[in-house]
């Protein structure tokens, strides 16, 4: 379940959507509210959001946000890649989702649309991504989403060839 704050969040709508699935227990998580791009507004809004998910039951996921490095993220059964594309696409935000998959974290990539955005992703070690186009255009785009993920997958990398080389040596 997602908050929103990408179109501009609205505190009133969220908690109602809370209220709606008050029942239904099967997401992975519930983002908490953020700031898009700004890390430290984020991490201002995360202790009162993550405490109100936490006592209704709801597993909060942190939104990684430009600016952040993996030793001021908080503690949070999973980790939302938010942000710029700047950011999203940086060395930083790697260096995020292996830290977190070491600790046993769910990442979860926001927007990826295309193929390149989800091999970024994919090599980052994500769990799960989304986009807009998925849900908009389900039956042109899942297809084309499930073929690019078999050839993202069959695709060696260059990191893939280093070690390939450096085996052999």
Request: net charge positive; charged share 20%; hydrophobic share 45%.
């Amino acid at each position: 379940m997602d908050n929103g704050a990408f179109a501009g969040f609205d505190a009133g709508a969220f908690v109602r959507m809370l209220e709606a699935f008050h029942a239904y227990r099967g997401e992975l998580f519930v983002t908490a509210p953020d700031v898009v791009g700004d890390a430290a507004a984020t991490a201002a809004l995360w202790p009162f959001w993550s405490r109100l998910l936490l006592g209704i039951s709801r597993r909060p996921a942190y939104v990684v946000q430009d600016g952040i490095t993996p030793d001021l993220l908080p503690d949070a059964p999973a980790y939302f890649i938010g942000g710029t594309t700047a950011f999203k696409e940086s060395e930083q935000v790697a260096r995020i989702c292996a830290y977190a998959k070491a600790r046993g974290i769910w990442v979860h990539w926001g927007r990826v649309n295309t193929k390149r955005r989800m091999a970024i992703a994919a090599r980052a070690g994500v769990d799960s991504y989304d986009g807009t186009g998925w849900s908009m255009f389900p039956e042109a785009r899942v297809p084309k989403a499930i073929a690019w993920s078999h050839e993202i997958k069959s695709q060696p990398s260059f990191l893939d060839r280093t070690e390939a080389q450096r085996v052999q040596q």
